[in-house]
Protein backbone atom coordinates (compact mmCIF):
# COMPACT_ATOMS: atom_id res chain seq x y z
CA UNK A 1 0.00 0.00 0.00
CA UNK A 2 2.60 2.22 0.89
CA UNK A 3 4.29 2.01 -2.84
CA UNK A 4 0.85 2.60 -4.49
CA UNK A 5 0.20 5.65 -2.02
CA UNK A 6 4.06 7.17 -3.09
CA UNK A 7 3.39 6.42 -6.59
CA UNK A 8 -0.23 7.76 -6.58
CA UNK A 9 1.42 11.09 -4.75
CA UNK A 10 4.13 11.35 -7.49
CA UNK A 11 1.39 11.12 -10.69
CA UNK A 12 -0.80 14.08 -8.90
CA UNK A 13 2.24 15.70 -9.18
CA UNK A 14 3.15 15.07 -12.13
CA UNK A 15 -0.11 15.78 -13.45
CA UNK A 16 -0.81 18.88 -11.16
CA UNK A 17 -0.42 21.63 -13.58
CA UNK A 18 -2.03 19.44 -16.52
CA UNK A 19 -5.64 20.43 -17.53
CA UNK A 20 -8.49 17.66 -17.22
CA UNK A 21 -8.40 17.00 -21.05
CA UNK A 22 -4.98 16.79 -21.11
CA UNK A 23 -5.09 14.29 -18.28
CA UNK A 24 -7.57 12.40 -20.51
CA UNK A 25 -5.39 12.34 -23.12
CA UNK A 26 -2.24 11.13 -21.11
CA UNK A 27 -4.42 8.49 -19.79
CA UNK A 28 -5.59 7.11 -23.42
CA UNK A 29 -2.14 7.16 -24.76
CA UNK A 30 -1.00 5.15 -22.28
CA UNK A 31 -3.74 2.66 -21.67
CA UNK A 32 -5.16 2.51 -25.07
CA UNK A 33 -3.36 4.03 -27.41
CA UNK A 34 0.13 2.34 -27.11
CA UNK A 35 -0.69 -1.34 -26.31
CA UNK A 36 -2.90 -1.46 -29.35
CA UNK A 37 -0.01 -0.15 -31.64
CA UNK A 38 2.55 -2.65 -29.93
CA UNK A 39 0.21 -5.66 -29.82
CA UNK A 40 -1.37 -4.82 -33.49
CA UNK A 41 2.52 -4.67 -34.89
CA UNK A 42 3.68 -8.17 -33.24
CA UNK A 43 0.12 -9.95 -34.09
CA UNK A 44 1.22 -8.47 -37.86
CA UNK A 45 4.53 -9.90 -37.74
CA UNK A 46 3.55 -13.19 -36.94
CA UNK A 47 0.57 -13.56 -38.98
CA UNK A 48 2.67 -12.55 -42.14
CA UNK A 49 5.06 -15.00 -41.28
CA UNK A 50 2.67 -17.74 -40.67
CA UNK A 51 0.88 -16.53 -44.36
CA UNK A 52 4.02 -16.66 -46.07
CA UNK A 53 4.73 -20.21 -45.14
CA UNK A 54 1.23 -21.52 -45.89
CA UNK A 55 1.29 -20.04 -49.11
CA UNK A 56 4.62 -22.02 -49.59
CA UNK A 57 3.28 -24.96 -48.19
CA UNK A 58 0.16 -24.51 -50.82
CA UNK A 59 2.50 -23.96 -53.82
CA UNK A 60 4.06 -27.20 -52.81
CA UNK A 61 1.21 -29.04 -52.21
CA UNK A 62 -0.06 -27.67 -55.56
CA UNK A 63 2.97 -28.90 -57.69
CA UNK A 64 2.99 -32.64 -55.72
CA UNK A 65 -0.53 -33.55 -57.04
CA UNK A 66 -0.11 -31.91 -60.32
CA UNK A 67 3.33 -34.20 -60.34
CA UNK A 68 0.96 -37.14 -59.17
CA UNK A 69 -1.72 -36.26 -62.27
CA UNK A 70 0.64 -36.30 -64.55
CA UNK A 71 2.75 -39.43 -64.07
CA UNK A 72 -0.27 -41.06 -63.29
CA UNK A 73 -1.35 -39.62 -67.45
CA UNK A 74 2.13 -40.66 -68.30
CA UNK A 75 2.28 -44.18 -67.21
CA UNK A 76 -1.25 -45.41 -68.70
CA UNK A 77 0.34 -44.34 -72.58
CA UNK A 78 3.33 -46.26 -71.12
CA UNK A 79 1.47 -49.15 -70.10
CA UNK A 80 -0.24 -49.14 -73.81
CA UNK A 81 2.95 -48.81 -75.74
CA UNK A 82 4.77 -51.01 -73.30
CA UNK A 83 1.83 -54.14 -73.71
CA UNK A 84 2.33 -53.19 -77.44
CA UNK A 85 5.67 -53.66 -78.00
CA UNK A 86 6.47 -56.67 -75.31
CA UNK A 87 3.65 -58.78 -76.80
CA UNK A 88 5.17 -62.01 -77.64
CA UNK A 89 2.67 -63.11 -80.10
CA UNK A 90 3.82 -59.52 -82.00
CA UNK A 91 7.41 -60.21 -81.60
CA UNK A 92 7.34 -63.60 -82.85
CA UNK A 93 4.70 -62.48 -86.18
CA UNK A 94 7.58 -59.73 -87.11
CA UNK A 95 10.62 -62.11 -86.33
CA UNK A 96 9.25 -64.51 -88.68
CA UNK A 97 9.74 -65.02 -92.68
CA UNK A 98 6.73 -65.37 -94.20
CA UNK A 99 6.15 -67.52 -97.27
CA UNK A 100 2.35 -66.90 -98.48
CA UNK A 101 0.34 -64.00 -98.66
CA UNK A 102 -2.08 -65.90 -96.44
CA UNK A 103 0.11 -66.12 -93.45
CA UNK A 104 0.51 -62.63 -93.67
CA UNK A 105 -2.57 -61.90 -93.75
CA UNK A 106 -3.32 -63.46 -90.52
CA UNK A 107 -0.57 -61.33 -89.04
CA UNK A 108 -2.41 -58.42 -90.24
CA UNK A 109 -5.84 -59.82 -88.62
CA UNK A 110 -4.08 -60.43 -85.20
CA UNK A 111 -2.35 -57.35 -85.29
CA UNK A 112 -6.24 -55.04 -86.17
CA UNK A 113 -7.67 -57.89 -84.15
CA UNK A 114 -5.36 -57.10 -81.07
CA UNK A 115 -3.86 -53.59 -81.14
CA UNK A 116 -6.75 -51.68 -83.11
CA UNK A 117 -9.22 -51.30 -80.38
CA UNK A 118 -6.06 -50.78 -78.01
CA UNK A 119 -5.64 -47.28 -78.78
CA UNK A 120 -9.19 -46.04 -78.16
CA UNK A 121 -8.91 -46.73 -74.77
CA UNK A 122 -7.05 -43.19 -74.22
CA UNK A 123 -7.94 -39.59 -74.69
CA UNK A 124 -6.01 -37.85 -76.99
CA UNK A 125 -4.26 -40.87 -79.95
CA UNK A 126 -4.43 -39.25 -83.13
CA UNK A 127 -2.16 -41.55 -84.10
CA UNK A 128 -1.05 -45.30 -83.88
CA UNK A 129 1.15 -47.15 -85.60
CA UNK A 130 3.46 -50.83 -85.35
CA UNK A 131 6.81 -50.04 -87.51
CA UNK A 132 9.26 -53.13 -88.87
CA UNK A 133 11.28 -54.19 -91.63
CA UNK A 134 10.51 -57.61 -91.98
CA UNK A 135 11.13 -57.52 -95.85
CA UNK A 136 8.42 -60.85 -95.95
CA UNK A 137 5.73 -58.47 -93.87
CA UNK A 138 3.29 -56.27 -95.65
CA UNK A 139 2.72 -52.97 -94.43
CA UNK A 140 -1.09 -52.61 -94.68
CA UNK A 141 -1.52 -48.56 -93.98
CA UNK A 142 -3.70 -49.27 -90.82
CA UNK A 143 -1.30 -50.47 -87.64
CA UNK A 144 1.46 -52.09 -90.00
CA UNK A 145 4.02 -49.67 -91.38
CA UNK A 146 7.01 -49.80 -92.79
CA UNK A 147 10.32 -47.32 -92.73
CA UNK A 148 10.14 -45.56 -95.61
CA UNK A 149 10.71 -41.98 -97.50
CA UNK A 150 6.88 -40.65 -96.26
CA UNK A 151 6.86 -37.80 -93.70
CA UNK A 152 6.37 -38.66 -89.93
CA UNK A 153 6.25 -35.48 -87.53
CA UNK A 154 7.99 -33.54 -89.18
CA UNK A 155 11.02 -36.51 -90.24
CA UNK A 156 10.82 -38.76 -93.14
CA UNK A 157 10.40 -42.12 -91.65
CA UNK A 158 13.56 -43.88 -92.73
CA UNK A 159 15.63 -41.06 -90.48
CA UNK A 160 13.19 -41.04 -87.79
CA UNK A 161 13.33 -44.91 -87.58
CA UNK A 162 17.42 -44.90 -87.87
CA UNK A 163 17.53 -42.35 -84.90
CA UNK A 164 15.28 -43.93 -83.10
CA UNK A 165 17.17 -47.23 -83.12
CA UNK A 166 20.49 -45.26 -82.23
CA UNK A 167 18.91 -43.91 -78.98
CA UNK A 168 19.81 -46.08 -76.17
CA UNK A 169 16.07 -45.33 -74.48
CA UNK A 170 13.51 -48.61 -75.13
CA UNK A 171 10.73 -45.81 -74.02
CA UNK A 172 10.95 -42.41 -75.26
CA UNK A 173 8.23 -39.29 -75.09
CA UNK A 174 10.01 -36.46 -77.71
CA UNK A 175 8.06 -33.46 -78.98
CA UNK A 176 7.03 -33.60 -82.68
CA UNK A 177 9.32 -32.13 -85.42
CA UNK A 178 6.80 -29.96 -86.54
CA UNK A 179 4.12 -29.35 -84.50
CA UNK A 180 5.69 -29.09 -80.53
CA UNK A 181 1.34 -29.50 -79.53
CA UNK A 182 2.02 -32.94 -80.42
CA UNK A 183 3.86 -35.55 -78.47
CA UNK A 184 5.51 -38.10 -79.90
CA UNK A 185 5.47 -41.77 -77.70
CA UNK A 186 8.10 -44.73 -79.43
CA UNK A 187 8.94 -48.38 -77.75
CA UNK A 188 11.62 -50.44 -79.47
CA UNK A 189 9.85 -53.96 -79.87
CA UNK A 190 12.85 -56.82 -78.60
CA UNK A 191 13.05 -60.12 -78.10
CA UNK A 192 14.45 -61.54 -75.25
CA UNK A 193 18.06 -61.20 -76.69
CA UNK A 194 17.71 -57.75 -77.17
CA UNK A 195 17.54 -58.20 -80.81
CA UNK A 196 15.02 -55.11 -82.29
CA UNK A 197 11.93 -56.02 -84.78
CA UNK A 198 9.96 -52.77 -84.92
CA UNK A 199 8.93 -49.88 -83.19
CA UNK A 200 5.30 -49.04 -81.58
CA UNK A 201 4.52 -45.25 -82.30
CA UNK A 202 1.94 -43.39 -80.71
CA UNK A 203 0.95 -39.44 -81.51
CA UNK A 204 -0.32 -37.56 -78.89
CA UNK A 205 -2.47 -34.14 -78.60
CA UNK A 206 -0.65 -32.09 -76.58
CA UNK A 207 -3.81 -30.52 -75.16
CA UNK A 208 -5.84 -33.41 -74.38
CA UNK A 209 -2.90 -35.21 -72.29
CA UNK A 210 -1.30 -32.18 -70.42
CA UNK A 211 -3.63 -29.20 -70.94
CA UNK A 212 -5.86 -29.69 -67.98
CA UNK A 213 -2.47 -29.36 -65.75
CA UNK A 214 -0.92 -26.62 -68.02
CA UNK A 215 -4.24 -24.66 -68.19
CA UNK A 216 -3.70 -21.40 -65.80
CA UNK A 217 -1.85 -22.92 -63.02
CA UNK A 218 -1.52 -21.46 -59.97
CA UNK A 219 -4.47 -19.29 -60.43
CA UNK A 220 -2.23 -17.00 -62.68
CA UNK A 221 0.66 -16.37 -60.02
CA UNK A 222 3.27 -19.13 -61.72
CA UNK A 223 4.34 -21.54 -64.58
CA UNK A 224 4.27 -25.24 -64.94
CA UNK A 225 7.05 -27.36 -66.59
CA UNK A 226 7.78 -30.75 -67.60
CA UNK A 227 11.33 -31.58 -68.24
CA UNK A 228 12.48 -34.75 -68.87
CA UNK A 229 15.26 -37.45 -68.67
CA UNK A 230 17.73 -35.42 -71.16
CA UNK A 231 16.45 -31.55 -70.10
CA UNK A 232 13.71 -31.06 -73.04
CA UNK A 233 11.08 -29.54 -71.86
CA UNK A 234 8.47 -31.77 -72.65
CA UNK A 235 5.36 -29.43 -71.70
CA UNK A 236 5.01 -26.26 -70.60
CA UNK A 237 2.00 -23.56 -69.52
CA UNK A 238 4.13 -21.43 -71.60
CA UNK A 239 3.43 -22.44 -75.17
CA UNK A 240 6.30 -21.08 -76.54
CA UNK A 241 9.04 -23.07 -74.39
CA UNK A 242 7.17 -26.57 -75.58
CA UNK A 243 9.71 -28.73 -76.99
CA UNK A 244 12.79 -26.33 -76.18
CA UNK A 245 15.69 -27.30 -74.11
CA UNK A 246 15.99 -26.20 -70.60
CA UNK A 247 19.15 -24.18 -70.96
CA UNK A 248 17.54 -22.17 -73.91
CA UNK A 249 14.49 -21.79 -71.93
CA UNK A 250 13.48 -19.11 -69.16
CA UNK A 251 13.43 -21.74 -66.92
CA UNK A 252 17.29 -22.54 -66.97
CA UNK A 253 18.52 -19.27 -65.19
CA UNK A 254 16.20 -20.83 -61.90
CA UNK A 255 17.49 -24.58 -62.48
CA UNK A 256 19.33 -25.64 -59.31
CA UNK A 257 20.46 -28.76 -58.24
CA UNK A 258 18.44 -31.44 -56.19
CA UNK A 259 20.43 -30.36 -53.31
CA UNK A 260 19.90 -26.55 -52.97
CA UNK A 261 17.45 -25.37 -51.56
CA UNK A 262 14.51 -23.37 -53.41
CA UNK A 263 15.38 -19.12 -53.26
CA UNK A 264 13.65 -16.40 -54.33
CA UNK A 265 15.19 -14.50 -57.46
CA UNK A 266 14.35 -12.21 -59.09
CA UNK A 267 10.82 -11.98 -57.63
CA UNK A 268 10.20 -15.72 -58.56
CA UNK A 269 10.87 -18.91 -57.06
CA UNK A 270 11.00 -22.37 -58.59
CA UNK A 271 10.00 -25.61 -56.78
CA UNK A 272 10.51 -28.96 -58.33
CA UNK A 273 8.82 -32.29 -57.45
CA UNK A 274 10.43 -35.25 -59.40
CA UNK A 275 8.25 -38.57 -60.48
CA UNK A 276 9.40 -42.35 -61.22
CA UNK A 277 10.09 -42.20 -64.97
CA UNK A 278 12.69 -39.91 -64.51
CA UNK A 279 10.85 -36.58 -65.19
CA UNK A 280 10.68 -33.57 -63.42
CA UNK A 281 7.66 -31.48 -62.89
CA UNK A 282 9.07 -27.92 -62.19
CA UNK A 283 6.97 -24.87 -61.11
CA UNK A 284 8.39 -21.43 -61.42
CA UNK A 285 6.01 -19.51 -58.84
CA UNK A 286 5.96 -15.63 -59.15
CA UNK A 287 6.09 -13.88 -55.56
CA UNK A 288 3.98 -11.01 -56.17
CA UNK A 289 0.71 -13.04 -55.27
CA UNK A 290 1.92 -13.84 -52.12
CA UNK A 291 3.00 -9.77 -51.87
CA UNK A 292 -0.52 -9.19 -52.72
CA UNK A 293 -1.70 -11.45 -49.75
CA UNK A 294 0.64 -9.74 -47.70
CA UNK A 295 -0.47 -6.70 -48.31
CA UNK A 296 -4.16 -7.20 -48.17
CA UNK A 297 -3.06 -8.75 -44.68
CA UNK A 298 -0.76 -5.73 -43.70
CA UNK A 299 -4.19 -3.34 -44.48
CA UNK A 300 -6.09 -5.76 -42.66
CA UNK A 301 -4.24 -5.34 -39.62
CA UNK A 302 -3.86 -1.69 -40.39
CA UNK A 303 -7.40 -1.28 -40.68
CA UNK A 304 -7.97 -3.42 -37.17
CA UNK A 305 -5.87 -1.21 -35.66
CA UNK A 306 -7.29 1.89 -37.02
CA UNK A 307 -10.27 0.50 -36.23
CA UNK A 308 -9.78 -0.33 -32.41
CA UNK A 309 -8.06 3.28 -32.29
CA UNK A 310 -11.56 5.17 -33.69
CA UNK A 311 -13.47 2.86 -30.94
CA UNK A 312 -10.60 4.34 -28.63
CA UNK A 313 -11.29 7.45 -29.77
CA UNK A 314 -15.41 7.09 -29.16
CA UNK A 315 -14.91 5.79 -25.83
CA UNK A 316 -12.54 8.98 -24.91
CA UNK A 317 -15.25 10.95 -25.99
CA UNK A 318 -18.03 9.31 -23.77
CA UNK A 319 -15.87 10.06 -21.34
CA UNK A 320 -15.12 13.43 -22.03
CA UNK A 321 -19.30 13.72 -22.62
CA UNK A 322 -19.44 12.83 -19.24
CA UNK A 323 -17.18 15.06 -17.77
CA UNK A 324 -16.55 18.15 -19.57
CA UNK A 325 -19.75 18.01 -21.50
CA UNK A 326 -21.95 18.04 -18.90
CA UNK A 327 -20.39 21.18 -17.25
CA UNK A 328 -20.93 22.94 -20.80
CA UNK A 329 -24.62 21.57 -21.11
CA UNK A 330 -25.14 23.17 -17.20
CA UNK A 331 -23.41 26.09 -18.80
CA UNK A 332 -26.03 25.93 -21.82
CA UNK A 333 -29.10 25.60 -20.17
CA UNK A 334 -28.17 28.26 -17.90
CA UNK A 335 -28.02 30.76 -20.79
CA UNK A 336 -31.45 28.93 -21.95
CA UNK A 337 -33.29 30.01 -18.47
CA UNK A 338 -31.91 33.46 -18.73
CA UNK A 339 -33.07 33.72 -22.33
CA UNK A 340 -36.57 33.10 -20.40
CA UNK A 341 -36.73 29.03 -21.76
CA UNK A 342 -37.60 27.61 -17.80
CA UNK A 343 -38.24 24.03 -19.36
CA UNK A 344 -34.78 23.54 -19.43
CA UNK A 345 -33.36 20.31 -17.53
CA UNK A 346 -30.30 18.54 -17.22
CA UNK A 347 -30.42 14.79 -17.69
CA UNK A 348 -28.96 13.42 -13.81
CA UNK A 349 -27.28 10.25 -15.27
CA UNK A 350 -24.30 9.62 -12.28
CA UNK A 351 -24.21 9.82 -8.64
CA UNK A 352 -21.53 11.73 -8.56
CA UNK A 353 -20.42 15.86 -7.90
CA UNK A 354 -21.46 16.43 -11.12
CA UNK A 355 -24.51 14.78 -10.63
CA UNK A 356 -25.61 16.62 -7.44
CA UNK A 357 -24.90 19.83 -9.36
CA UNK A 358 -27.38 18.66 -12.31
CA UNK A 359 -29.90 17.66 -9.40
CA UNK A 360 -29.50 20.83 -7.68
CA UNK A 361 -29.66 22.91 -11.31
CA UNK A 362 -33.35 20.96 -12.04
CA UNK A 363 -34.49 21.87 -8.77
CA UNK A 364 -33.73 25.63 -9.29
CA UNK A 365 -35.41 25.33 -12.77
CA UNK A 366 -38.61 23.67 -11.77
CA UNK A 367 -39.14 26.16 -9.26
CA UNK A 368 -38.54 29.08 -11.75
CA UNK A 369 -40.94 27.68 -14.23
CA UNK A 370 -43.81 27.25 -11.54
CA UNK A 371 -43.28 31.46 -10.90
CA UNK A 372 -43.41 31.86 -14.47
CA UNK A 373 -46.75 29.12 -14.45
CA UNK A 374 -47.97 31.35 -11.98
CA UNK A 375 -47.53 34.66 -13.57
CA UNK A 376 -48.86 33.05 -16.88
CA UNK A 377 -52.09 31.68 -15.31
CA UNK A 378 -52.62 34.95 -13.74
CA UNK A 379 -52.50 36.81 -17.44
CA UNK A 380 -54.90 34.08 -18.63
CA UNK A 381 -57.27 34.77 -16.04
CA UNK A 382 -57.28 38.41 -16.83
CA UNK A 383 -57.66 37.88 -20.51
CA UNK A 384 -60.84 35.67 -19.78
CA UNK A 385 -62.40 37.84 -17.10
CA UNK A 386 -61.95 41.12 -20.03
CA UNK A 387 -63.66 38.42 -21.98
CA UNK A 388 -66.64 37.89 -19.90
CA UNK A 389 -66.84 41.65 -19.45
CA UNK A 390 -67.57 42.27 -22.72
CA UNK A 391 -70.03 39.73 -22.97
CA UNK A 392 -71.94 40.84 -19.60
CA UNK A 393 -71.89 44.42 -20.91
CA UNK A 394 -75.27 43.95 -22.00
CA UNK A 395 -77.50 43.10 -19.19
CA UNK A 396 -79.02 39.82 -19.52
CA UNK A 397 -82.44 40.37 -17.93
CA UNK A 398 -83.10 43.78 -19.25
CA UNK A 399 -83.51 42.27 -22.70
CA UNK A 400 -85.20 39.05 -21.92
CA UNK A 401 -87.97 41.54 -20.48
CA UNK A 402 -87.66 43.87 -22.90
CA UNK A 403 -87.96 40.85 -25.55
CA UNK A 404 -91.16 39.36 -23.67
CA UNK A 405 -93.05 42.71 -23.61
CA UNK A 406 -92.66 42.94 -27.21
CA UNK A 407 -93.74 39.52 -28.11
CA UNK A 408 -96.93 40.16 -25.97
CA UNK A 409 -97.72 42.91 -28.24
CA UNK A 410 -96.80 41.29 -30.80
CA UNK A 411 -99.55 38.29 -30.07
CA UNK A 412 -102.41 40.62 -29.11
CA UNK A 413 -101.31 42.13 -32.65
CA UNK A 414 -101.30 38.63 -34.20
CA UNK A 415 -98.18 39.47 -36.36
CA UNK A 416 -96.87 36.27 -36.72
CA UNK A 417 -93.50 37.70 -38.75
CA UNK A 418 -92.90 40.00 -35.73
CA UNK A 419 -93.58 36.78 -33.40
CA UNK A 420 -90.67 34.91 -35.28
CA UNK A 421 -88.25 37.78 -35.03
CA UNK A 422 -88.32 37.90 -31.36
CA UNK A 423 -88.29 34.58 -30.87
CA UNK A 424 -85.04 34.30 -33.36
CA UNK A 425 -83.57 37.28 -31.12
CA UNK A 426 -84.72 35.43 -27.79
CA UNK A 427 -82.43 32.64 -28.91
CA UNK A 428 -79.80 34.21 -30.27
CA UNK A 429 -79.22 36.56 -26.70
CA UNK A 430 -79.90 33.35 -24.83
CA UNK A 431 -77.16 31.68 -26.23
CA UNK A 432 -75.14 34.96 -26.79
CA UNK A 433 -75.44 36.02 -22.98
CA UNK A 434 -74.74 33.00 -21.36
CA UNK A 435 -71.56 33.91 -19.41
CA UNK A 436 -70.60 30.93 -17.29
CA UNK A 437 -68.60 28.67 -19.69
CA UNK A 438 -67.33 30.05 -22.77
CA UNK A 439 -67.16 26.51 -24.61
CA UNK A 440 -70.31 24.73 -26.17
CA UNK A 441 -71.13 22.16 -28.72
CA UNK A 442 -71.25 22.21 -31.69
CA UNK A 443 -74.94 21.75 -32.05
CA UNK A 444 -75.77 24.88 -29.44
CA UNK A 445 -73.09 27.21 -31.71
CA UNK A 446 -75.32 25.96 -35.23
CA UNK A 447 -78.67 26.97 -33.41
CA UNK A 448 -77.16 30.09 -32.20
CA UNK A 449 -76.24 30.72 -35.79
CA UNK A 450 -79.47 29.70 -37.34
CA UNK A 451 -81.23 32.00 -35.05
CA UNK A 452 -78.96 34.94 -36.23
CA UNK A 453 -80.00 34.02 -39.85
CA UNK A 454 -83.73 33.47 -38.64
CA UNK A 455 -83.60 37.47 -37.95
CA UNK A 456 -81.81 38.42 -41.04
CA UNK A 457 -84.38 36.11 -43.15
CA UNK A 458 -86.99 38.18 -41.71
CA UNK A 459 -85.04 41.51 -42.78
CA UNK A 460 -83.91 41.05 -45.95
CA UNK A 461 -86.69 37.67 -47.36
CA UNK A 462 -85.40 36.34 -50.17
CA UNK A 463 -82.24 37.95 -50.80
CA UNK A 464 -80.34 35.63 -48.88
CA UNK A 465 -80.01 31.37 -50.23
CA UNK A 466 -77.99 29.96 -47.02
CA UNK A 467 -77.14 26.64 -47.42
CA UNK A 468 -75.85 24.06 -44.74
CA UNK A 469 -73.82 20.92 -45.52
CA UNK A 470 -73.21 19.50 -41.62
CA UNK A 471 -72.28 16.02 -40.41
CA UNK A 472 -74.10 14.04 -37.85
CA UNK A 473 -71.80 12.73 -35.91
CA UNK A 474 -69.91 16.60 -35.46
CA UNK A 475 -72.60 18.47 -33.82
CA UNK A 476 -71.67 16.62 -29.94
CA UNK A 477 -68.45 17.91 -30.10
CA UNK A 478 -67.49 20.93 -27.98
CA UNK A 479 -66.37 24.02 -29.78
CA UNK A 480 -65.99 27.92 -28.45
CA UNK A 481 -68.83 30.11 -28.29
CA UNK A 482 -69.47 32.79 -30.62
CA UNK A 483 -67.01 30.87 -33.54
CA UNK A 484 -69.58 31.33 -36.53
CA UNK A 485 -71.97 33.88 -36.00
CA UNK A 486 -69.36 36.97 -36.32
CA UNK A 487 -68.14 35.54 -39.42
CA UNK A 488 -72.13 34.93 -40.98
CA UNK A 489 -72.41 38.75 -39.61
CA UNK A 490 -69.82 39.99 -42.00
CA UNK A 491 -70.97 38.36 -45.18
CA UNK A 492 -73.71 40.51 -44.32
CA UNK A 493 -71.97 43.70 -42.84
CA UNK A 494 -69.01 43.64 -44.87
CA UNK A 495 -69.92 41.12 -47.81
CA UNK A 496 -72.86 43.20 -48.67
CA UNK A 497 -74.11 40.06 -49.43
CA UNK A 498 -77.93 41.19 -49.56
CA UNK A 499 -77.03 44.18 -52.18
CA UNK A 500 -76.55 41.28 -54.81
CA UNK A 501 -80.17 39.84 -55.24
CA UNK A 502 -78.97 36.22 -55.38
CA UNK A 503 -77.21 36.61 -52.33
CA UNK A 504 -75.55 32.83 -51.36
CA UNK A 505 -74.36 31.50 -48.03
CA UNK A 506 -72.90 27.99 -47.67
CA UNK A 507 -71.81 26.96 -44.47
CA UNK A 508 -70.51 23.64 -43.99
CA UNK A 509 -69.16 21.61 -41.04
CA UNK A 510 -67.32 17.79 -41.29
CA UNK A 511 -64.57 16.19 -39.41
CA UNK A 512 -61.21 15.23 -41.23
CA UNK A 513 -59.42 12.87 -39.48
CA UNK A 514 -58.76 14.34 -35.83
CA UNK A 515 -59.75 17.84 -37.07
CA UNK A 516 -62.89 19.32 -36.72
CA UNK A 517 -63.65 22.47 -39.97
CA UNK A 518 -65.57 24.87 -40.40
CA UNK A 519 -66.25 26.72 -44.10
CA UNK A 520 -68.80 29.87 -44.19
CA UNK A 521 -68.66 30.68 -48.00
CA UNK A 522 -70.45 33.69 -49.38
CA UNK A 523 -70.46 35.14 -52.75
CA UNK A 524 -70.56 38.69 -51.42
CA UNK A 525 -68.04 41.49 -52.42
CA UNK A 526 -65.07 39.87 -51.44
CA UNK A 527 -62.17 41.93 -50.49
CA UNK A 528 -58.78 43.51 -52.17
CA UNK A 529 -55.48 42.07 -51.61
CA UNK A 530 -54.34 44.76 -48.86
CA UNK A 531 -57.59 43.64 -46.15
CA UNK A 532 -56.73 40.40 -47.17
CA UNK A 533 -53.10 40.31 -46.17
CA UNK A 534 -53.87 42.00 -43.02
CA UNK A 535 -56.29 39.49 -41.67
CA UNK A 536 -54.16 36.86 -42.89
CA UNK A 537 -51.14 38.52 -40.78
CA UNK A 538 -53.56 39.98 -37.85
CA UNK A 539 -53.13 43.29 -37.97
CA UNK A 540 -57.04 44.40 -39.26
CA UNK A 541 -59.11 46.27 -36.81
CA UNK A 542 -62.32 45.70 -37.94
CA UNK A 543 -64.50 45.08 -35.35
CA UNK A 544 -68.22 44.87 -34.22
CA UNK A 545 -69.05 44.37 -30.55
CA UNK A 546 -65.62 43.32 -30.06
CA UNK A 547 -65.95 40.04 -31.94
CA UNK A 548 -63.56 40.54 -35.04
CA UNK A 549 -61.46 37.98 -36.40
CA UNK A 550 -58.59 38.78 -34.38
CA UNK A 551 -60.83 38.03 -31.36
CA UNK A 552 -62.00 34.67 -32.73
CA UNK A 553 -57.78 33.87 -34.00
CA UNK A 554 -56.73 34.81 -30.29
CA UNK A 555 -59.64 32.88 -28.44
CA UNK A 556 -59.01 29.81 -30.74
CA UNK A 557 -55.02 30.24 -29.86
CA UNK A 558 -56.35 30.64 -26.01
CA UNK A 559 -58.34 26.83 -26.07
CA UNK A 560 -56.87 24.78 -28.55
CA UNK A 561 -52.85 26.28 -28.91
CA UNK A 562 -51.50 25.95 -32.46
CA UNK A 563 -54.24 23.49 -33.77
CA UNK A 564 -57.07 26.33 -33.49
CA UNK A 565 -56.73 28.15 -36.77
CA UNK A 566 -58.37 30.64 -38.76
CA UNK A 567 -58.09 31.00 -42.30
CA UNK A 568 -59.34 33.84 -44.92
CA UNK A 569 -59.22 33.55 -48.76
CA UNK A 570 -61.38 36.15 -50.84
CA UNK A 571 -61.12 37.37 -54.82
CA UNK A 572 -62.63 40.83 -54.98
CA UNK A 573 -66.01 41.25 -56.28
CA UNK A 574 -66.74 37.91 -56.21
CA UNK A 575 -66.90 35.81 -52.94
CA UNK A 576 -65.40 35.25 -49.79
CA UNK A 577 -64.13 31.94 -47.64
CA UNK A 578 -63.51 31.54 -44.22
CA UNK A 579 -62.11 28.31 -42.86
CA UNK A 580 -61.70 27.21 -39.12
CA UNK A 581 -59.93 24.57 -37.94
CA UNK A 582 -59.89 22.50 -34.04
CA UNK A 583 -58.93 19.38 -32.98
CA UNK A 584 -62.08 16.86 -31.81
CA UNK A 585 -63.20 17.35 -28.39
CA UNK A 586 -65.34 14.92 -27.02
CA UNK A 587 -64.50 16.54 -23.75
CA UNK A 588 -64.68 20.34 -22.63
CA UNK A 589 -62.10 21.67 -23.36
CA UNK A 590 -59.42 24.11 -21.24
CA UNK A 591 -57.87 27.04 -21.52
CA UNK A 592 -54.09 26.06 -22.74
CA UNK A 593 -51.15 27.00 -20.07
CA UNK A 594 -48.63 29.24 -21.61
CA UNK A 595 -50.67 29.89 -24.64
CA UNK A 596 -51.83 33.32 -25.79
CA UNK A 597 -49.71 35.23 -22.72
CA UNK A 598 -47.44 38.32 -23.48
Known amino acids: MKVSHRLEKWIIHMTRSMKLRSKIVLLYCLIVFLPTVLLGAGAGYMTLHIVRGNYMLTVKEAVRQSAQSIEFRKESYDLLATRTATDGELISRLSRDYADIYDQLGTVEYVDRSFLFTSKYLPGIENFRIYHTNDTLVQDGGLLWKPEGRMLSGMVEREWYADRLARPEILLWTNAADDKTRLVVSHKILNTYGDVYGIVYLLLNYNEVFADSFKHPFDGAGDLYIVDENKQIIASSVPGEIGSSLISSSLGRYWHSPEETAQAENGRMLITQEIRSGWTVAALVRLDRLEEQSTRILYSFVGGILFFLLLSVFLIRVLLKNIIWRIRKLGSRMTDISEGYFDATVKNRDDDELGEL ?18 TQAILKERELSFKALQAQINPHFIYNSLSLIRWRA ?27 NVTRIRDEIEHVKAYLEVQQLRYPGQVFVEWEIEPEVLDFYTIK ?3 QPIVENCYLHGAITNR ?8 IGRIGDTVQFQIFDNGKGMDKEKLEKLRNGTYTGTRNGFGMNNIRDRLTLYFGPEGRLEVDSMEGEWTMVTIRIPVCEESPGIQRGEGAS
Request: aromatic share 8%; glycine share 4%.
Open 501 to 508: GDGFIQIT
Open 411 to 437: MDLQDDAQIRTIDALTTFYRLALHNKV
Open 358 to 375: EVMFNSMSSRLRLLVEEQ
Open 482 to 484: LVL
